[in-house]
């Protein structure tokens, strides 16, 4: 390989790892202004005796995707419990929406 090829290929792998550091970082911001907004969504909802299953829902089905992803690289028990409780906790708010939804009271 001469000079100019070792440059361009450095430049594309440098092209490479600032897109991936910029998406990271719109992940991040992303994830925190969605717990900010489901949080607000859904204690004010609480609050006002109007609970929010749905953002509950979309909450913790978020959280249980990333660990999800996090238990297949490290196969932790800490992780797998989260996953466990993140798909419990999605699965009964989806429910309590749905009979919602439906107008099902139990």
Do not use: H
């Amino acid at each position: 390989m001469d000079r100019e090829e070792i440059l361009r290929r450095s430049k594309e792998n440098m092209c490479i790892e600032e897109y991936k550091q910029v998406k990271n970082s719109g992940q991040e911001l992303g994830t925190t202004v969605f717990i900010i907004l489901a949080s607000l969504i859904a204690v004010s909802g609480t609050v006002m005796g109007k609970p929010s299953y749905a953002v509950q829902t979309l909450f913790w089905g978020y959280f249980g995707s990333i660990a999800y992803v996090k238990y297949k690289a490290y196969q932790t028990k800490t992780i797998l419990i989260s996953l466990i409780a993140c798909i419990i906790a999605s699965s009964g708010f989806l429910l309590l929406y749905m009979m919602k939804l439906f107008n099902i009271n139990f």
